[in-house]
């Protein structure tokens, strides 16, 4: 039997796959679901519940490595706004309008499945917000069966879905605020916000100025990942016309987007995607919660984004995106129904009832593997399937 592992080229293909993180992502998060109902249940719970630092090690991650994640998001946020695909407001009007409908109608599909009594209102939001490593990852997988324009469509849309995201946390999920603390974060950032007027471009400053605003915005009540964002829109992106490096920006992108991507997502994923389904029964899926959700992310991610869409493109607003017809803009509207790492996030910060957060990882997984289903049934060819709108 040969146990010769795999060439180390093998490897590195597979990491350097568009795919690559979100089948990893999918793969970690069905352990975690094994794992939580295996005979390591209680080991991975009581590590997940131990503490280290002040925190327990569920919060370092949800707290600390996802700023990470959301300084990611915050770098790739400016970069397209300024110079990428979202730079003119030609190309922000289809995923700018898709976005909103992607994020007003599952809001409303969720909180109209919790306004009866016992509904948990609080938690609409959870439904609005894309995966786009997974919905990249699934549409990956399909090859040249999808255009290249519905990949930027479906990245640009995912990018201003993350800032709604963003804002929603920031405005809805906010605790009780420390002035001491929030000023501090307020001196932190002016001082990041002069170092950008300079045209600082040591990293090292701003990613140590970047942890004193997280510790100061941990304190405050201000959700602490939002500290990645405040940084990434600090980082220069411009240099002058004799500068012969990279921008800082996309710099401090590159090397991160790896460490992000194989590591911080695939951590969250494994810790927060474990549900004990220990007297788990089909009716549980009829909770508001879980209900609002799931059907939140599969119904109304897909409906509110096409139709967002099909009224922009037949206003003369914006433009159906080059070689893509009605099925497949379709289909990758579908694929915004997967919202599993932020959809997970902000159900955490919704629900403290660890039988509530059950209720949201269920809805989540459902929801997803739904859409991500459909989505690439749809964007699968089938001659004389095309559907137009008139």
């Not at 938690?123 to 930027?152: C, E, M, N």
């Amino acid at each position: 039997m040969n146990s010769t592992p795999p060439p180390m080229g093998m490897i590195r293909a597979f990491f350097s796959m568009e795919s690559a993180s979100g089948l990893i992502l999918m793969a970690v998060a069905a352990m975690a679901l094994v794992v939580a109902n295996s005979a390591f249940a209680p080991s991975y719970f009581g590590i997940l519940n131990s503490y280290a630092g002040g925190l327990s090690i569920l919060h370092w991650i949800n707290d600390g490595l996802m700023a990470v994640f959301f300084l990611l998001v915050g770098l790739e946020i400016k970069r397209e706004l300024l110079e990428g695909e979202l730079s003119t407001w030609q190309r922000r009007a289809l995923p700018g309008f898709a976005a909103l409908g992607g994020m007003i109608v599952p809001g409303a599909v969720y909180y109209a499945c919790n306004l009866a009594e016992g509904g948990q209102a609080r938690g609409w939001a959870i439904p609005t917000a894309t995966d786009i490593a997974f919905a990249l990852g699934v549409l990956a997988l399909l090859g040249s069966r999808a255009p290249v324009s519905l990949k930027i469509f479906l990245t640009a849309l995912a990018i201003i879905d993350d800032l709604g995201a963003v804002l929603i946390i920031a405005i809805f999920y906010t605790n009780e605020i420390d002035l001491r603390f929030l000023g501090g974060a307020a001196a932190t950032l002016g001082v990041l916000g002069l170092l950008n007027y300079r045209n600082v471009t040591w990293l090292s400053i701003y990613c140590a100025l970047g942890i004193v605003l997280w510790a100061c915005l941990l304190k405050s009540g201000v959700h602490a990942t939002l500290a990645g964002v405040l940084l990434a829109l600090t980082i220069p992106l411009r240099l002058s016309a004799q500068a012969t490096i990279q921008p800082p920006l996309k710099r401090l992108e590159h090397s991160i987007h790896p460490f992000v991507g194989f590591l911080v997502i695939p951590i969250f994923g494994f810790a927060n995607a474990g549900v004990s389904l220990t007297g788990f029964s089909l009716p549980a899926l009829g909770e508001p919660v879980s209900l609002g959700v799931a059907l939140g992310l599969f119904a109304g991610k897909q409906v509110g984004v096409f139709l967002a869409s099909a009224i922009a493109i037949k206003a003369g607003i914006a433009r159906l995106p080059d070689g893509a017809n009605w099925r497949q803009l379709y289909g990758v509207c579908a694929l915004c129904g997967i919202g599993f790492t932020m959809s997970l996030f902000i159900g955490l910060l919704a629900f403290d009832a660890p039988d509530i957060q059950n209720q949201v990882k269920l809805g989540v997984m459902i929801g997803s593997a739904a859409s991500a289903i459909l989505g690439a049934a749809l964007l699968i060819p089938k001659r004389g399937t095309d559907f137009k709108l008139r």
